[in-house]
């Protein structure tokens, strides 16, 4: 069965400094990930996924993560976090019939 | 355009009874999602459609939970006889197809179960 580990609830960070949030996933299929955000009340939005190809992918504000197959894993990373990234990140994996399984989500709390 | 739009955005219920949340796909997705976020459970698969047929009903976690799809479009789901564990935010959202298409969510509805 598939399943996704976010190890950590919460991750409290400076502004400007770096931080990753770390997802490990298993799979004895096709493998297909996501980071999703959900900021305070507000709905669920894609930040990026990889599908194939490079094993590293970017998201427009500046996150990124990379697939390492070795290490069934998918951490989101960032070099630099701004107040606005404080927010509840998801990594997911799509499953062969289609749904999405998630992980338990990270809080990302960045203060000033 | 639009977005995957869900109402009522809250609803207060009283155990026992019956509860209807409806989810609008963005126009022109086949594919439909139901999820639930509880504190206790995370992010959770409740069942999938694909044009009005449901593949995949396996998330649901009891038969006081269904759920239909009608014109390829409009979906609600219903529960019967509402329980306290079943306080939760019920998410909706809806893709070209299944697969690797991204799934849209949509805002939720927060069910509140006294």
């Known amino acids: 069965a598939q399943s996704v580990t976010q190890l950590d609830s919460q991750v409290p960070v400076f502004e400007e400094a770096p931080v990753e949030l770390r997802c490990n996933y298993s799979?004895?299929?096709?493998?297909?990930l996501f980071w999703y955000v959900q900021y305070p009340n507000q709905g669920l939005q894609l930040l990026l996924k990889?599908?194939?190809?490079?094993?590293l992918v970017e998201s427009i504000n500046g996150f990124e993560a990379e697939f390492n197959k070795s290490q069934t894993s998918f951490h989101l990373r960032k070099p630099s976090v701004h107040i606005s990234d404080t927010a509840e990140y998801f990594c997911?994996?799509?499953?062969?019939?289609?749904?999405?399984?998630f992980g338990q989500g990270t809080t990302l709390q960045v203060k000033p | 355009g639009a977005g995957v739009s869900q109402s009522p955005s809250n609803k207060v219920t009283e155990k026992g009874k019956d509860v209807e949340l409806r989810c609008d796909p963005i126009?022109?997705?086949?594919?439909l999602y139901w999820y639930r976020q509880s504190l206790g459970q995370g992010l959770e698969f409740l069942i999938y459609?694909?044009?009005?047929?449901?593949?995949?009903k396996s998330g649901l976690p009891s038969d006081r939970f269904s759920a239909e799809r009608t014109g390829g479009s409009v979906s609600t789901l219903t529960i019967q006889r509402t329980q306290q564990e079943d306080s939760a935010v019920y998410l909706c959202?809806?893709?070209f197809g299944t697969g690797t298409y991204e799934q849209y969510f949509g805002p939720g509805t927060r069910l509140t179960v006294t």
């Open positions: 459609f694909q044009g009005n047929s449901a593949p995949d």
């Open positions: 997911a994996v799509l499953s062969n019939t289609g749904k999405l399984i």
């Open positions: 799979s004895s299929v096709s493998v297909y």
């Open positions: 126009s022109g997705h086949t594919a």
């Open positions: 959202a809806s893709s």
């Open positions: 990889y599908l194939s190809g490079s094993t």
